[in-house]
């Protein structure tokens, strides 16, 4: 057989060298599609073989080998080996796969850890076995039964990226000399023999040989019972249990158990007994657990009972008896009744005599607990099936379920070791049981997606059948827990599940669970890797319970101390802090006073807690009574469930996952999680002498205190007993605790306060007289988070918690009053999705469940289709289905004065959900966030609403820039690595030797947000790797004059200081790993590349790569930092365009994060002229010199242009907008080398002093933006599908912002009003925008500025001509528009698709207006840029129709006999569909006839028709023969939803010739109509579903026979 590959191959493999060399392409992209084949299939004995020639290190998983069946010439390749079915043998890894499956887990040497140059091959042998050979060594037999025909299999995966075939040739004769030598042996090997155990160390294991013989003498080995799991086993197995002489035990050889002739006993047979290897192992497993049973019932040393040569009690009788004075209790201190010749038997547990009779209690089976074989599908079973392990953890986070081999038995403890995590995911490994035998089961992607006979323990909740029964079952969290913990479950007798946390007992997590379980494991997440334990070992999970990251709950393993809800004034039980403190923390002054010693150097591990629990209304509050200016954040405080003697405290409080309530900056966190995104005043802003304090109220609510006043209520439901916390964090250094001031009562009302409401408890406005004061309830579900001011409610926890999300409208609903909510987030974790409904139960008296039809009482809700009432269904397959709903919809519920529920989706009505609403008793909505949903919010809507296009989104991505170089060039620091030379005034890095040692630093310290910034020049590819960079705190002129020492030979060894740098796609600092695939690898760079570094304002490290930002790289960054870099490997050439940040008067300067900068609530703000809604005179507005790094102003700060970048384009106006103002600017300059486009909004706060993010979406506090078609409140979506997509907005368009009397904010585009965007708009607010992407240039527009509702706008919009002269919503002749060459016409797409498919008809152009400008298209970007409504009226009398949405017209030349003035400006609007083989007829009769071809056009009737219509005396022409004078019925419809249907406008395939992409699309005509000329009648086509929400199905066709009744308008065009 030849040794070449098959031409056909996985689609990145290259074949070269005459197909004997295969390499994956885009080896660093791409790391599977790498599957070759041998040319012929194999012959037997031949090995075929391939050397490794290349590997990457950017991927897990390498090299795979096998065979296949399956002929290559006709494979369709899957992406990796382990893809091929139809009889395929694959080796991976250690492990054998058949058809994708495991075989066998431990097999040969591991294929991953091979290297290069290293030689694979694969065999099948004569026998039909599949052999491995690595390096010439024969691994065995991997596999058994091959047919024949195979070929080989080579998979070039993960790292390995390019194979030679080497030979395929049978092995050389020492190879099978050796060969055969390894065969006889094996067989030699598996002949069964005995094996006599003979003797044992004196003095130290009599008690378990005696053991041994007395199970093995009394019976058979089922009569061996297992050591009840709460019993311990020793901390040390024996390490020697073979016998001093006699033969070692083989594999599968049966041994003989027999006494030493020496130490006989009258109760042993003297006759061997047989036992397998398997069954000794049991006998010898159990007797050394029976022999240190006695260990936790304190027994001492263990006498030698039975096994001293004169020994003479004990027999195999008397079970009761005690070995050699034993005592049968295992009490005693001393047993040494049994001796010998040797003395006495010292051993480290007691009552071993009396425990050996217990040996011979019954039992069924003696097998010990392992991992089944069959598991989930990326699980790698190892180590005798004790360890499980999850394979590509960092590309799958799921199916990695397994399971006992057998059930679990009563009192049976079940425990496993986590020995491996990783940090790439959220959630953690999962346990439980489950009535499921594996052997049937088709294993799911995680357990809690089982839906019957399965109790899982999640996180620290309880999941039965994939939901939660208990969401606190324990404080300790599944998800805390770290590697080397232990996790253990028992199933009891009395059929309790309790959980156990490396060895305490967390109690029953359920009461009644079935008689047969099997253990389950679900290695999710971060879990990859267990061990099933079997040596039970309390001390040692004790030692790790003080050691382990995260505390156990204060009550867990022992009583909680009773606390009195009240102070008592009488115990002195004062306040202090506990000694148990952070790392970096210390406790002086008595307990009183926490500090930072070296706050200079370190800005965390300072946490601090109080040394009791707060009593309930017991304020805790400290004083700052030093702080450091070197770090950003500063104090942060707030409450913990977590003991303090029992916990190890984290860097950072917030880090904590569990039973913890802190206040942040001016943000509430719950369990590392933002709550609150504001909140009171903000910490970060405090100084020294200022106090902050916590307390929790009786009713369980927790509030701040910031110098004494209170900030209102943070969050609801805490716990009592809870430790107050207090983290020194970056600039607070040093705190004191005051029990001895006067402090303010609490407010009773938990609504007052100067703060926004919790997200657990937004503000109620109830009794409000009108529609929109409609919130969300500040009572609510458990993991239900209300924000937006009680108009949005969402899930937290939305990927580990389903269900306890019940929200409810803040007061009772009206008759016929509508409350919609839209779905603005769902997950693809879960089965089911939102539920619906209305409730009598007042909030107040609501016990809020799991899921809302739980409730037994009172309650309607709709779920899925079904109609269910107080939890019982009433009606299913109701018109709607919740579960099918996706993100956008829209679900809006009413209750009529009859008592009648109707639904609405989307606006429509779904009818009648379910009667006898009790029509007097006031009802809530409810909403339950349950499964798939996530996110929802209150919309403005009162009735339906047409949302029947959606809009289309543009993916962002970002392009190439050119950084500029402005003012003085940066230079390289003399001090440098020993192979680099510094040439052009130290503006040029050149290594000059090796590999290594090319280490350059920045001449300067940056600058916060200075960017530096390298361009490659030159590359060596005989080296791997590549230029690292970053930033450091190692000054350069510390180093050592001599470049030969001081420097490490890479960037990645450098850790005498701290330093952050970028290595590949890998973040590190000092050289550990931080984070893994950041942004573009520098592996890929190549000449001409260029590179940057640079420190933000936020203490963040950013990587630029050719000018675009990769986003934070690090976090946490010391301020006094210089550029760093290294000359590693390929690249040995870098030269400097960056710049310095030049010093002068007008520069703008960050914010100072030292200590005494001032609060925002303190800063001067620009007063505002006069308090009335309409403002006289109007306010001049101009762009504040605060903005973005990239924006230049101009034209007395009306232009604003973005001159760099595609980012950092921040504007706000010096002055606040007035409510009542419109604020406008025009967009100048659009570049399309980008995407996306500007965003715009308003803010809150002066932004005097405003540190402007890169962009607007960074802004997180009390900002309102408009981003594309959507609406956010400080960065959380609100509201989708609002007015025009803005980026699709064209050069010229005018945009504007207006908010109104009632707080609200709307939108303006070209001078229409776009509706309400936002409410409760604060004063004052400054006007915001975001010159982002493709948008570089806006002008303020000041020649019009006027207030809402003046003369101004009026004439503007309005004109002097009638309402008649508005067709389509457009006033044609004196609307507002662009100029025309910046008309939106010429920048829409699909008006160029259709324009370009009306010049492939070759229509003449003397049939087409020659003013474009009536050229409307209506795609969705266009009709909303416009502002155009969904209906108009038009004609006398008037009569509705719709814009024809998704149709482009072009404007047809009306003839000049038409009366177009009068008579064209009565008649009505309506819409034809017609084939494009009848649009030249009907385009040169100018009106549509008969013979047109439309299906429209039907057959000639008689005058006198079946419908009676009747000939009108106009329409006779008498020069048309009598055969045509039936007219023929032309059928007409106000909509082109109607006329638009394929039947009338069939659909005709083209191919665009500027994109030679093929398109269909449909031709249709908007025609005028005289009044009195049809009649309105029924559709024709038998639809059941209404056509258009606005026309009844029984109206929605008009039917004419006056052929001088229809006036040709516009031509209609539409592709899909």
Not at 487 to 513: C, E, R, W
Not at 673 to 698: F, P, Q
Not at 1249 to 1254: A, I, K, V
């Amino acid at each position: 057989m030849a040794a070449e590959l098959h031409p056909c191959s996985g689609k990145l493999i290259g074949l070269s060298n005459s197909n004997r060399t295969a390499q994956r392409n885009q080896p660093v992209q791409e790391f599977n599609h790498g599957l070759v084949l041998s040319r012929e299939p194999l012959k037997d004995r031949d090995v075929f073989t391939v050397r490794i020639d290349k590997k990457v290190n950017s991927w897990s998983g390498s090299i795979e080998i096998g065979v296949t069946s399956l002929d290559p010439a006709g494979l369709d390749f899957p992406s990796s080996a382990t893809g091929l079915k139809g009889g395929s043998w694959i080796v991976s890894g250690c492990s054998v796969l058949r058809d994708g499956r495991s075989v066998l887990e431990e097999y040969g040497r591991d294929l991953d850890q091979l290297s290069e140059g290293d030689r694979v091959g694969i065999q099948r042998s004569t026998h039909g076995e599949l052999h491995l050979w690595v390096n010439g060594q024969d691994c065995g037999a991997a596999a058994s039964g091959l047919p024949t025909g195979l070929w080989a299999v080579v998979d070039l995966y993960g790292k390995c990226t390019q194979v030679t075939v080497v030979s395929c040739e049978p092995p050389s004769l020492a190879e099978r000399d050796t060969e055969r030598e390894t065969v006889e042996e094996r067989e030699q090997e598996d002949e069964e023999e005995e094996v006599v155990v003979c003797g044992v160390r004196e003095g130290e294991f009599g008690g378990l040989t005696s053991a041994v013989n007395l199970a093995a003498t009394n019976g058979t080995l089922e009569e061996v019972p297992v050591l009840p799991p709460t019993h311990n086993r020793p901390d040390k197995f024996p390490n020697n249990l073979e016998p001093e002489t006699g033969k070692k035990i083989k594999t599968s050889t049966p041994v003989s158990v027999a006494p030493l002739t020496e130490c006989k006993s009258p109760s042993f047979s003297p006759s061997p007994i047989v036992l397998t290897e398997h069954q000794l192992f049991d006998v010898l497993n159990n007797a050394i657990v029976s022999l240190y049973r006695s260990e936790d019932n304190g027994g001492g040393d263990l006498g030698g009972g039975g096994i001293g040569r004169d020994s003479g009690t004990g027999s195999r009788g008397d079970r009761g008896s005690s070995s050699g004075g034993g005592s049968v209790n295992g009490n005693s201190s001393d047993s040494g009744g049994g001796t010998g010749n040797t003395g006495s038997v010292n051993s480290p547990a007691g009552g071993g005599g009396a425990r050996l009779g217990a040996v011979t209690g019954g039992m069924l089976t003696n097998d010990a607990l392992l991992f089944h074989e069959k598991c989930g599908t990326l699980i790698k079973l190892s180590n005798n099936n004790k360890t499980a392990e999850r394979r590509r953890p960092l590309d799958e986070f799921n199916n990695g379920v397994v399971m006992t081999n057998r059930p679990l038995r009563h009192n049976e403890m079940f425990e496993i070791r986590i020995d491996k995590l990783v940090d790439k995911w959220s959630g953690s490994i999962e346990i439980g049981v489950t009535t499921h035998n594996p052997n049937n089961l088709d294993y799911p992607a995680t357990m809690t997606n089982l839906r019957s006979g399965t109790i899982m323990m999640s996180g620290c909740g309880i999941l039965t059948n994939g939901k939660g029964t208990r969401r606190e079952y324990c404080e300790f969290s599944l998800d805390e827990l770290q590697e080397g913990d232990h996790i253990g479950l028992m199933h009891k007798a009395s059929g309790a599940l309790h959980f156990y946390i490396n060895g305490i007992d967390q109690g029953v997590a359920a009461a009644q669970t079935p008689a047969v379980v099997y253990a389950v494991v679900d290695l999710y997440g971060m879990a990859v890797k267990v061990t099933i334990v079997h040596n039970h070992n309390h001390s040692d999970r004790l030692r790790r319970n003080n050691a382990i990251m995260r505390a156990l709950s204060p009550d867990v393993g022992r009583p909680r101390p009773a606390h009195s809800l009240t102070p008592d004034p009488d115990t002195p039980d004062r306040l202090l802090f506990h000694s148990n403190c952070g790392q970096k923390a210390a406790i002086i002054s008595e307990g009183r006073t926490a500090l930072r010693p070296h706050a200079t150097d370190d800005f965390n591990h300072g946490v601090v807690l109080s040394g009791r629990p707060l009593h309930s209304n017991e304020v805790f509050q400290v004083r700052i009574d030093k702080m450091v200016d070197k770090w950003a954040g500063s104090i942060e405080i707030g409450v913990t469930t977590h003991n303090p003697a029992y916990l190890q405290l984290p860097s950072t409080m917030t880090n904590l996952r569990s039973g913890t309530w802190m206040m942040t900056g001016n943000g509430v966190m719950h369990n590392g999680t933002t709550i609150l995104d504001e909140y009171g005043h903000n910490l970060d802003r405090l100084k020294a002498g200022d106090t902050v304090g916590v307390v929790r109220k009786e009713d369980g609510s927790l509030h701040f205190f910031v110098n004494g006043v209170a900030q209102g209520p943070a969050a609801w439901n805490v716990p009592p007993s809870v430790y107050a916390v207090v983290d020194l964090y970056g600039q607070a250094a040093q705190a004191t605790i005051m029990d001895d001031v006067d402090l303010p009562p609490l407010p009773e009302d938990s609504s007052e306060g100067p703060t926004v409401m919790s997200p657990s408890s937004p503000c109620s406005v109830a009794g409000g007289n009108s529609a929109n004061d409609l919130r969300f309830h500040q009572l609510h579900g458990t993991n239900a988070v209300i924000t937006n001011g009680g108009r949005t409610a969402l899930r937290q926890n939305c990927r580990s918690e389903f269900n306890d999300a019940i929200v409810i409208s803040n007061r009772c609903l009206r008759d016929g009053e509508l409350f919609e909510i839209v779905i603005q987030k769902m997950v693809d974790r879960w089965s089911g999705s939102i539920e619906a409904g209305v409730t009598a139960i007042r909030p107040e008296e609501l016990e809020f469940p799991n899921t809302m039809t739980d409730i037994d009482y009172d309650t309607w809700m709709l779920s899925g289709t079904a109609i269910m009432q107080d939890g019982n269904t009433m009606r299913n397959n109701y018109g709607c289905d919740l579960d099918t709903l996706t993100t956008g919809s829209r679900i809006g519920m009413m209750r009529s004065a009859t008592g009648d529920l109707h639904y609405y989706i989307n606006g429509v009505d779904q009818g009648v959900a379910c009667t006898g609403l009790p029509p007097g008793k006031e009802v809530y909505a409810v909403i339950d966030l349950y499964g798939q949903c996530v996110q929802v919010s209150i919309t403005s809507s009162s009735g339906p609403q047409d949302n029947s296009l959606c809009t289309s989104n543009i993916t962002e991505r970002s392009f190439p820039i050119h950084s500029p170089v402005a003012g003085v060039a940066h230079r390289l620091h003399s001090k440098h690595g020993k192979n680099v030379v510094l040439l052009g005034e130290g503006c040029q890095a050149v290594r000059v030797g090796g590999y290594a040692h090319g280490i350059v630093f920045s001449a300067k310290e940056l600058k916060t947000d200075e960017l530096f910034e390298v361009k490659i020049d030159e590359v060596d590819d005989q080296w791997s790797g590549s230029l690292h960079m970053g930033l450091t705190t190692l000054a350069p002129p510390e180093l050592p004059s001599c470049p030969m020492s001081g420097l490490s030979p890479s960037l990645t060894q450098l850790r005498s200081k701290v330093t952050w740098l970028l290595a590949g796609s890998e973040v590190r600092r000092n050289g550990l790993l931080q984070r893994q695939n950041y942004g573009a690898s520098l592996d890929r760079l190549t000449v001409g590349n260029r590179v940057g570094v640079k420190r933000c304002s936020d203490d963040t490290m950013h990587v630029l790569i050719d000018g675009e930002d990769m986003g934070p790289a690090a976090t946490a960054v010391a301020k006094n930092v210089y550029a760093v870099l290294d000359l590693y490997g390929r690249v040995t050439a870098v030269s400097i365009v960056s710049s310095s940040v030049l010093e002068d008067a007008g520069s703008v300067k960050a914010p100072s994060l030292s200590s005494d900068s001032c609060s925002e609530g303190e800063e001067d703000r620009t007063p505002v002229e006069g308090d009335e809604p309409a403002l006289v005179p109007n306010t001049v507005m101009a762009f504040l010199e605060n903005h973005g790094k990239n924006i230049q102003l101009s034209h007395e700060n009306l232009t604003a242009a973005r001159v760099s970048s595609y980012n950092q384009g921040l504007l706000v106006t010096a002055q606040p907008l007035p409510r009542q103002q419109l604020f406008q600017f025009q967009i100048d300059r659009l570049n399309a080398s980008w995407t996306s486009s500007l965003s715009l909004g308003v803010i809150g706060h002066s932004p005097d002093r405003l540190n402007f993010p890169s962009t607007a979406c960074c802004l997180k506090r009390s900002v309102w933006l408009l981003q594309r078609d959507s609406v956010f409140h400080n960065s959380l979506k609100i509201c989708e599908n609002y007015g025009p997509n803005l980026d699709t907005c064209p050069e010229g368009t005018v945009l504007g912002l207006l908010v109104d009397g009632n707080s609200c904010l709307h939108l303006y585009v070209n001078g229409m009003d776009q509706g309400v965007a936002a409410q409760d708009i604060p004063t004052p607010c400054y006007p915001l925008i975001d010159l982002y992407g493709q948008c570089e240039q806006v002008t303020i527009v000041t020649n019009n500025v006027a207030t809402v509702g003046g003369e101004g706008i009026k004439a503007r919009c309005q004109g002097d001509m009638e309402k008649a002269d508005m067709v389509d919503g457009i006033k044609e002749s004196v609307c507002w528009m662009p100029h025309p060459e910046v008309n939106p016409n010429k920048t829409c797409e699909y008006q160029a698709l259709c324009s370009r498919f009306k010049d492939l008809l070759t229509l003449p152009d003397g049939y087409f207006n020659e003013d474009a400008k009536y050229n409307l298209c209506y795609c969705e970007s266009c009709h909303k840029l416009r502002g155009d409504e969904s209906y108009y009226k038009r004609g006398e009398p008037p009569r509705d129709y719709a814009l024809p949405f998704g149709w482009c017209r072009f404007a047809l030349r009306i003839k000049p006999h038409c009366d177009v003035s009068n008579s064209f400006k009565q008649w009505h609007i309506a819409y034809h569909g017609t084939s494009v083989g009848a649009l030249r007829r009907t385009l040169d009769h100018a009106q549509l006839l008969s013979g047109t071809s439309s299906i429209f056009s039907v057959s000639p009737v008689k005058t006198e028709g079946s419908n009676g219509y009747s000939e009108p005396e106009e329409n006779s022409s008498n020069s048309l023969p009598d055969r045509d004078r039936e007219v023929p019925r032309v059928q007409l419809s106000p909509t082109m939803r109607y006329s638009g249907l394929e039947m009338f406008a069939p659909k005709v395939q083209f191919r665009d010739p500027r994109s030679h992409c093929c398109h269909q699309a449909q031709v249709g005509f908007q025609v005028c109509v005289r009044p009195g000329s049809y009649k309105v009648g029924p559709q024709t086509l038998g639809a059941i579903e209404p056509l258009d929400p606005r026309f009844s199905n029984t109206e929605i066709e008009w039917i004419t026979k006056d052929q001088g009744g229809t006036l040709l308008y516009g031509l209609l065009i539409r592709v899909e």
